[in-house]
């Protein structure tokens, strides 16, 4: 990109035919016009600069105008510096709340589901998560319950009026996945999956992306701009541990991204800490050191025996280590001034 | 997998009616049975081994007798300790000689594609390499020519006769580029896509599945696995740099990975020098160094004109230097005992 | 190390007699016996478990009794489960309180060093950083004042009344240096340099022991075991951030290994965000974070002027922003259940 | 460094008057110098090129002149465009030929050292290799023999006609090992300790520097920039492993920064594929691969029976093990157009 474009950014208060207008202004002047959404603010790419000063005055003024300088612009902070609020369901992650989804890492069975959804509420959780594909390393690893998993989750939130987030694997699940959860999950493994990307964009449904751990901080931002260009800008980036050399635990959460990402994305952030540290006595202080860094939610894997977990047991909390994780991050939340989110 | 099962190995030697017969020994005795087939050889895996000593004199004994003691069985060495050959075409990978994939990264024109497939058969390329659907960091940058130039492989695969080999994306392209093609490469950030490795396992056609960028030398083995399951054995596994701290080159080749996979699998194995170092400098030293580790294949960048390459420019190499290369590459294969491999 | 010893642990509430009787009781039995001491606790490591039982009743009863399970064993947790707390002059670090220390990377200027020191203790700093040996990556690089900038060090302390750390890079230095400053800081490219270690651990001062960039979080114990092992129990270790692929931030904070280090060592934990990011807007959110994950103490650079240091000036923070940040890390603290550390 | 000066590099061909009378010439003009050695070459920088133009026509030209534009200027290739050969007693490094120190990681008495020595030196190795002073992670691991191994080391020189380069780890042994040994190494774990870097070099003796295993390719050259910097070009570059997130092998060998090198810097380069690998079977394939990517030499850890070595015995081949990789190098040299080194 050797001349970098001016983005006119227009929010709700201008009109569409306003917008219109300038596209007509563009076209006549034989500029390719290309129009961009981004929830409802509108996003109109000029290359040449003089075109903007020829406007004429009957045209509305752009909310933003700023300079297309990288592969991500999509998500750049500054197309909506308020940051974005994405909805699963009756919960909001990016309103400066802290959100917790918890669940357990693979739906089992019914009894496991229902009563690990019915604590996880209980003690304040605002979403259900679990993994009904489960992309496994090993073709001889279990593979999780796939669509009779999925009635499960529905009759979960059912019960508990917490919404749903499952992860997808494959661009031809996205449609039935997206009539029953409130929420997709990309994992770490799919986040350069583009076609899945491209689908998951185009179905319209909040989803979490994953970072990949081997995947660096702009890389995953650009990962988002394939789900952010089908105009889908309901998107949570989820840091859930690099690779790095150290030993001691299952990735090395890196809070640096965290802390980067808010500054140069609108999109909310969300943290992994169980699938990070991959031990139990590690996901209290990463929670805490996740949100003191800035993240607006957390997603934890909890089960009620993690020794009989069919998957990723051994980092599973039990749920009175999850009530005790709840309780500290109230008054850690205040201290930052900010609260805990509950399900409206 | 608490207790390791028996795998109970049978080459083309042992008759299909001999296996049937072991089939309904332990169906008889209410075992489950499950039958995996890698080229001609098939594999019995048997959980108790006291219906291996109770198996009658009329049962043919296996070729070979393992235990699987790991998630990675179907790729042991032991289960094929002589090694596989994949034929792409009329070109073989894995017989002991030293194989050149040579091409441009990215289809470009009809021009260019005829031109570098030309000048890499001239010197002694045995593989033509292209890609037409290129997986792209940024949504924003060219993403190939898709299915046109699927036509221009075709066409540059009838003026040399060598195979071609192309990288698949989407699961449901795998059909349609496997009825033109010889080959299809899985890439580094598909390595994990189990959806698309089990379509391209399905498909029978020969694969190089390249290594993710942030994945252990297992988890590529366990990767393969997913394509053996299938009944597919045409596999070859590609080391192509993983991320590092080392910021002098695009990723750090990690050699260590050839040298264990040919201790541990008896698949060959190919090294990409060039995505690898992204350097056209660092071609030449790399894939000396991977063929002296003991790499059966090496896959290369060439462009004619590098600085006008839309995808990856920097680390191709120009056809002069692809042919002092090649000059290189026979007499060190000589020192090594082995030979460069030529199109039958 | 293949038969564990057991370790009898004594604090003060044994006499210095009942320790004598063990010794003598394990040497009449021709037991070799080497006593080791950390802070007032002694250990005595007894590998034949049969004398323990055959103890006489007039012996008296060890305070723990631990089994030496790994080359880690003086800074193991449950040695001394309350924690150890480091005195630097009349600030402690490890009592439950957070305690900033913050100053210039360098020593450069009386001015620049006085203003820094005024405003850093001003918002509340309980100690003084300031390096006078500068270990630089290259020979040709700024490479501190030396032992002019000493004086200044000294100068800054009688000013403020902050007790004063700087770094140490040669075994010769120690005693000069000891002579002056409250503290040593041992760097991240000096953590496995062992004649440095076993001369700081002889000297008896307080020891900030940086973690090596490319080290793990047991290595650090490790290094931390050539300290202790020379009866310097005042050592506080300090994650710098590790090496990793990512590219957007100097280093990659490791917050896990603070979380780590706090389950498995008495020692006291400080992090280091300067260093960590490299950039003056990481500083804030790395040094909440850290505190959230259980960090005792954070060590901060502040420069007057940025953009004219002599030395990583990239990463320091201005005295308004310093202000601030004390400003946020109060009520955090207090979310935390813990509070600002003051000087005595 | 804004304006990069420019670098007068006088061979010997040039007189000392010569040389002096630029010096003049420059300090006559009020300019700073000082005048830097490379071997029996000499660097004078001048940053008002102005000052070069005005020369009168009695100065003598310099054989090169190059800009200074990065911190590592002694050590870049453009100063010596042939390369430098250091001379470890009879061998000699950097002459094209493929040179192999071989011995014991540690000695560890009288007769494990004699009976290693004699048959590396059957075999074709050109160096001895030997540990007396051991920098060992945990204080409670074996430390070397000390001064008693070093009169084993100047024994296997007698009985063999080796040259013996031995391990330093401490600023205030330097002078006692330059009494005995050939050359000194300078460990992956001190290869930032400025104050051993400046010792050594200093002493004017050979030096094996091995990078840290968490430093990159430009910080090793920093490091020899030190060495350098003290007048002593005997400096050989040596490639040990980089930490990286693959746990397969001890460390990730990393030969990209061995052709990095070759084309950076005028220094040999050595590979050490006993401990990068860790592991006795993947010493022969990185031995090859080292030399095939254009390493000078190569440092092998031989023990008679590795199962009993007091450090580091997992990664140590047998004599048998090391006859046969020299047996396979001879024709590998040979078909790269090199030769094996001889002692002389």
Not at 49 to 76: C, F, K, M
Request: net charge negative; aromatic share 4%; hydrophobic share 45%.
């Amino acid at each position: 990109m050797t001349n970098p474009d001016t983005l006119l950014v227009f929010d709700e208060a201008v009109t569409r035919a306003g917008v219109e207008g300038w596209i007509q202004h563009l076209e006549s002047a034989g500029a390719p016009t290309e129009i961009y959404r981004l929830g409802s603010t509108l996003v109109l790419p000029v290359s040449d600069v003089d075109l903007i000063h020829r406007a004429g005055p009957e045209l509305p003024a752009p909310t933003y105008q700023v300079l297309r300088n990288s592969q991500i612009w999509l998500g750049r902070r500054d197309l909506r510096p308020a940051g974005t609020e994405v909805s699963f369901g009756p919960t909001t992650i990016g309103d400066g709340s802290v959100a917790v989804i918890a669940g357990p890492c693979a739906v089992e069975s019914p009894e496991q589901t229902m009563a690990t959804a019915a604590v996880v509420t209980e003690h304040g959780a605002v979403g259900l998560r679990g993994g009904v594909f489960k992309p496994r390393t090993s073709p001889h690893s279990f593979q999780g319950l796939r669509w009779d998993g999925l009635d499960l989750l529905a009759e979960a939130r059912e019960r508990t009026g917490l919404p749903v987030v499952t992860e997808v694997v494959d661009p031809e699940h996205v449609k039935r996945l997206a009539g029953v959860v409130d929420g997709l999950q990309i994992g770490a493994r799919n986040m350069q999956n583009f076609a899945l990307l491209t689908a998951v964009g185009q179905s319209g449904l909040p989803v979490v992306l994953k970072r990949g751990f081997g995947c660096t901080v702009e890389e995953t931002l650009a990962a988002a701009e394939y789900l952010l260009l089908e105009g889908n800008d309901q998107v949570v980036l989820c840091e859930r541990g690099i690779r790095t050399f150290e030993p001691s635990a299952r990735f090395t959460l890196d809070l640096t991204a965290v802390a980067l990402w808010k500054q140069r994305t609108h999109l909310p952030v969300m943290v992994d800490p169980s699938h990070s540290g991959g031990r139990p006595e590690l996901v209290g202080p990463l929670s805490l050191a996740a949100v003191a860094a800035g993240a607006d939610a957390l997603i934890i894997d909890v089960h009620l025996q993690p020794e009989q977990a069919l998957c990723d047991g051994a980092q599973a909390i039990r749920p009175q280590q999850f009530a005790d994780l709840m309780a500290r991050l109230a008054p850690l939340a205040a201290g930052l001034g900010r609260r805990m989110s509950r399900v409206a």
